[in-house]
Every structure is written in structure tokens, then in C-alpha cells.
């Protein structure tokens, strides 16, 4: 038997207030989208904001059904879109943020398993890392530097 290590490393803002001004921008879009999300039975809102190398940004927010799962997580609505309306364009920087209805969130909230595979399809498709900051409601901002420290034992195209 052989075992195997493997670390992963984040930075973390206490604030908002802490992140570079592009990144304060990107995560205040965030959390106006957040506003935007249809979340009538799990009363959880998340808004993402992506940085795209063309300039743009495109926005999502949770979009829920009362047929589960048929509803879409913000992270792919975001992506989904940016894929569809800017195929060419990299995804560099995604600012995701989320809020209950019913208490306070002040943990930062990393994307969903499934969000997870969809960012990770897009990062190998454009052979570029993609900066993820994720956040609660308040407090502190965790950044990971590529989608590989949240799924390090990723599946995609190579094993098919």
C-alpha cells in the first residue's frame, strides 16, 4: 500500500474591503445579482460575477424549480452563458457569494460538486486557470488560484 498527500492553499480576505479593487467590483456584482435569485424552496441565494479576457462580465444567480433538480446553480447559469455568448473568450476570474433567507451566512461557500465538474470543464478547455473567490453573506473571502485545489482529482476528457 502507497499513500499519497495532497494539499491545497488559499488566500484569505477578512473583507471585502481587503480585496484588490477589481475584485471588490467583481464580488459587489455578486452580491446585487444574489438579489436576482429564485430560490423559493431552499431559500439559499447565491450570485456569481465572472472576469472573462475580453473585458466583459457576465453574471448569474440560482434558479430554482419546484421539479428537483431541474433548477441551475448561479456558477453554471454564469458559465453556461459565457460559454454560449463569448465561446472564444477565457473565463480568468469567477466571485461567487451566498445568503439564506432564514440566517446568516458567514462561512465562505465554495461551489457545489456539480458547479465544481462545470468550472473545471471550461478550465481545461482553455488550458487557463481560473481564479475563484467565494464567500458567505459577510466575513471573509477565500481565493483559490486555480479550480484544481477544490477538485483535485479531477475527471475530464482524457479518462473518455
Known amino acids: 500500500m502507497k499513500e499519497i498527500t495532497i494539499t491545497t492553499q488559499f488566500k ?25 435569485a429564485y430560490a423559493p424552496y431552499s431559500k439559499f441565494r ?21 421539479a428537483y433538480p431541474s433548477g441551475l446553480c448561479a456558477e453554471r447559469v454564469a458559465i453556461f452563458y459565457a460559454g454560449a455568448v463569448y465561446p472564444e473568450a477565457k ?6 457569494t451566498a445568503a439564506s433567507d432564514t ?11 456539480s458547479c465544481r465538474q462545470s468550472i473545471a470543464e471550461y478550465e481545461i478547455k482553455q ?5 475563484i473567490y467565494f464567500m458567505g453573506e459577510i466575513g471573509a473571502i477565500y481565493k483559490s488560484d486555480s479550480l484544481k485545489n477544490l477538485l483535485p482529482f479531477m475527471f475530464d476528457k482524457k479518462f473518455l
Open 12 to 36: 484569505v480576505f477578512e473583507s471585502i474591503q481587503e480585496l484588490p479593487n477589481d475584485i471588490q467590483d467583481l464580488m459587489t456584482q455578486a452580491v446585487e445579482v444574489r438579489k436576482n
Open 46 to 66: 447565491v450570485g456569481v460575477a465572472i472576469f472573462l479576457d475580453n473585458g466583459k462580465i457576465v453574471l448569474g444567480s440560482n434558479q430554482e424549480n419546484a
Open 91 to 96: 473565463i480568468l476570474k469567477m466571485a461567487i
Open 103 to 113: 440566517n446568516q451566512t458567514t462561512t465562505p461557500i465554495p461551489p457545489c460538486g
Open 127 to 131: 488550458d487557463t486557470p481560473i481564479e
